[in-house]
């Protein structure tokens, strides 16, 4: 059974410039969601996607955006980066309506100068 | 707001020992909890989870005790290993919508000494 995964590993952009993450969720499991770990920080809820649709968004702006396919895969869109954007950002997949556990992939850490 | 606190930010333990982390929550509505892992460079690692209709679970050398009157949650690890070493976390799904959002503490960081 193959875990959750996410590319790239690393990323460098420029302020105000934008970037798409990828993760694709853990075989079986239908819900993604999306989390910002700053550095020293417990990770922040940003977004949720169940079969395709969001399902619960945190405290983030619009340039946030996400998207979740049909094979429930995901992308998580960042708009207009800003420097406080920096950090690692994780995906996690659960069963959804079969469990409430969320598993976490290696996470995407982007640096935003 | 609600949040999910860690009494202890550091906690290091003798190899062998059993180790105790604590956490406090705050939404008294939150009725699922989970302790995640982290180790350097890593995504949270899946421990163990709890439901607030129980007041204990065990799994392999964990223990996880939740006392929904004080709003409560442990960590506990028997014979501490150096490779329990990480950052652990606790984390609840306070159920304010139909998501499974999961609101995390800033974490306590396990040190095994050998």
């Known amino acids: 059974e193959t875990g959750v995964t996410q590319s790239p590993t690393h990323l460098i952009k420029t302020r105000g410039q934008q970037v798409t993450l990828r993760c694709s969720s853990q075989s079986g499991h239908n819900t993604v969601s999306w989390y910002q770990q700053a550095l020293g920080q417990g990770p922040q809820f940003i977004f949720q996607?169940?079969?395709?649709?969001?399902?619960g968004r945190g405290n983030f702006p619009p340039r946030f955006s996400g998207l979740q396919f049909p094979n429930y895969s995901s992308e998580l869109n960042v708009n207009a980066l800003e420097l406080d954007d920096s950090a690692l950002y994780l995906c996690?997949?659960?069963?959804?309506?079969?469990?409430?556990?969320?598993?976490f992939g290696p996470g995407t850490r982007l640096t935003v100068t | 707001g609600e949040s999910v606190g860690l009494h202890l930010p550091t906690l290091s333990v003798q190899e062998g020992d059993n180790s105790i982390i604590n956490c406090a929550y705050s939404n008294s509505a939150s009725d699922y909890f989970i302790w995640y892992k982290q180790e350097s460079g890593k995504g949270p690692q899946f421990i163990i989870d709890?439901?607030?209709?129980?007041d204990k679970r065990q799994g392999q050398r964990v223990t996880v005790l939740l006392n929904k009157t004080v709003k409560h949650l442990s960590l506990q690890i028997a014979a501490t290993q150096p490779g329990d070493s990480a950052v652990y976390f606790c984390a609840e799904n306070p159920r304010e919508d139909s998501s499974y959002k999961l609101i995390f503490g800033s974490g306590t960081r396990l040190l095994v000494r050998p």
């Open positions: 996607y169940y079969r395709e649709e969001e399902n």
């Open positions: 709890i439901r607030s209709n129980m």
């Open positions: 996690a997949s659960s069963p959804g309506t079969g469990g409430r556990e969320q598993y």
